[in-house]
């Protein structure tokens, strides 16, 4: 048999291939004392551990204020939520938006990303040009709307 496969062959049909994606979108507050440091920390925790679980995604910091967006597996978002759930270097965690779909990840390079308030639209934009389905460009648009609706402040002084 030969190994030659055609192009066409290759092209994902809808769904086919994809993986099952739940995700998740939340914000919170971040608790008194928490600096850039201390985000660093997290930040580093999330990008160790989240590639062993399959997870992918951004958190964004500013004005006192947390929003993350989390894709993979069901059980492995889930418990991960549990344990940012009981953090205590934040508080007030707020669920925005949690759905399961079959699609592309939204950001399948980033482990997860820390993101300022002030690139955020540029980096949904980017995304979402480039986006090849109606789901997830829905999911940006999502994203767009809760960030647009909550209008985190990037000149706030504690960023
Ligand atoms: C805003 C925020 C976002 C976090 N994001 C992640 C994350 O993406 N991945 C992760 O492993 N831990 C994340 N953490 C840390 C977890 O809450 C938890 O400390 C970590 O998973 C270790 O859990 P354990 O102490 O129960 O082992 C986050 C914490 C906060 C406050």
């Known amino acids: 048999m030969s190994a030659h496969r055609d192009a066409q062959c290759d092209e994902p049909g809808p769904g086919h291939g994809l993986p099952l994606l739940h995700q998740l979108l939340y914000c919170s507050r971040a608790a008194a004392g928490i600096d850039a440091p201390a985000v ?16 992918t995604g951004l958190l964004v910091w500013g ?32 669920m925005l938006s949690e759905t399961e779909e079959v699609r592309e990840r939204l950001f399948p390079d980033w482990s997860m990303e820390l993101v300022t308030p ?13 986006a090849k389905d109606a789901k997830t460009t829905a999911a940006l648009c999502l994203m767009l709307a809760q960030f647009d609706a909550d209008r985190m402040d990037p000149g706030a002084a504690d960023l």
């Open 63 to 94: 004005s006192g204020m947390f929003f993350q967006w989390i894709e993979g597996p069901r059980d492995q978002v889930t418990q991960l939520m549990a344990r940012i759930h009981r953090d205590p270097r934040h508080e007030r965690v707020v």
């Open 118 to 130: 002030g690139d955020i639209r540029p980096v949904l934009q980017d995304a979402l040009a480039s």
């Open 40 to 55: 660093a920390r997290i930040v580093a925790t999330a990008q160790r551990v989240n590639p062993v679980h399959g997870i």
